[in-house]
């Protein structure tokens, strides 16, 4: 009985597990198409929006047509993720690319290292904002200024951040053909799981913290 109740929960894992990397291959085709859809300068945010909406719907068990919906997202939150999300993908790009060029030629100067710790930072930044946005109902001006406190009061979560996408990265330059094809969709789901989990937890923590103290609290029995 435990071998076949063994078997049986190996058997979910392989399926949950191929389940996730189609997920991941279809946010990654729809994060393309949607990102060209609006020029790539003003698509990819939206795009990236509507990803971690459906994968935060996903782990929620909400049953959905991914296309029609992913659709829906992209119309409806295209100024607003452009006005959020945009400028801090751009400066984590630009940072990026630069760190990446930096990284390859060796160097290992001052300025080089706080160009690097920059682009850390705001990749991690990005990929905190992004979940956050469609986690949680904030004024627009207040979503990076958010997503920058918490990330600040939350480092070791940011280094699980940055660590799986420096993770994601190496698998792709080892592998090229994972970067068209799936590796942004993987990181777009593992961004958002891993956020929506901290996001979960502080707000648990918070209201446990806050929660009336009863009356027989610390008195002896």
Not at 147 to 156: D, T
Not at 190 to 204: E, H
Request: glycine share 8%; net charge positive; proline share 4%.
């Amino acid at each position: 009985m435990s071998t076949q109740s063994g078997g049986a929960t190996w058997a979910l894992r392989v399926h949950a597990a191929c389940d996730w990397v189609l997920w991941s291959l279809t946010m990654n085709a729809l994060r393309l198409v949607f990102t060209l859809a609006g020029g790539v300068v003003l698509g990819a945010a939206p795009a990236a929006v509507a990803a971690a909406d459906l994968t935060r719907r996903r782990l929620r068990g909400e049953l959905f047509s991914t296309m029609r919906e992913f659709l829906g997202v992209w119309r409806r939150e295209f100024l607003r993720a452009n006005a959020v999300v945009a400028p801090a993908l751009a400066v984590a790009t630009l940072l990026a690319t630069r760190a990446i060029a930096l990284i390859t030629a060796g160097a290992a100067d001052p300025a080089s290292v706080l160009v690097m710790v920059a682009a850390g930072f705001a990749f991690t930044l990005t990929a905190t904002l992004v979940p956050l946005y469609v986690h949680y109902d904030l004024p627009l001006r207040r979503y990076v200024i958010v997503a920058s406190q918490w990330l600040l009061r939350n480092l070791a979560h940011g280094v699980v951040l940055l660590a799986a996408g420096v993770l994601i990265g190496a698998a792709s330059a080892g592998l090229p053909g994972l970067l068209p094809l799936v590796s942004i969709g993987a990181w777009l789901s593992l961004s958002t799981a891993l956020c929506i989990a901290f996001f979960t937890a502080n707000d648990t923590a918070v209201a446990e913290q806050i929660a009336p103290v009863p009356a027989t609290a610390g008195k002896a029995v």
